[in-house]
């Protein structure tokens, strides 16, 4: 089992950053691909951006590239998502998952290969 807690969410201007933290406890953490995924109101939850077990591969939606970067830390146990020039349409509850094959070499972007999510934060832009 892995438990994921995000938290750094918050109601911000257009144009900001946030920074997002996904701390992880049970399983070797450092063995798993991790994801950011986001649920906007009335929206199906969404592909934000991935990263491999090592950190070296990463993935990213189109909508967030240039401006999100997906980073970990293994030995704090945790999956940063920064994001700048924040827009009122990447208001969402931001979810982090973990991909349950260790070791695995693809980085995923659907959500159903991701087996352990946590409950998510609030991430709101105002224009």
């Known amino acids: 089992q892995v438990q994921l807690v995000e938290s750094g969410g918050g109601l911000v201007q257009a144009g900001d950053s946030l920074r997002l933290s996904c701390a992880a406890s049970?399983?070797?953490?450092?063995?798993?691909?991790m994801g950011w995924f986001r649920q906007a109101p009335g929206k199906e939850r969404e592909f934000v951006a991935a990263?491999?077990?090592?950190?070296?591969?990463?993935r990213y939606a189109d909508s967030v590239k240039g401006r999100f970067t997906i980073s970990r830390d293994n030995a704090k146990r945790t999956v940063y998502l920064q994001m700048n020039s924040l827009k009122p349409e990447d208001t969402a509850v931001y979810y982090c998952?973990?991909?349950?094959?260790?070791?695995?070499?693809?980085?995923?972007?659907?959500?159903?290969?991701?087996?352990?999510w946590g409950q998510g934060t609030q991430v709101t832009v105002s224009s």
């Open positions: 049970g399983r070797t953490f450092s063995n798993y691909n």
């Open positions: 998952a973990a991909d349950p094959v260790p070791f695995t070499t693809k980085v995923v972007v659907t959500q159903d290969k991701y087996n352990y």
């Open positions: 990263i491999s077990w090592s950190g070296r591969s990463t």
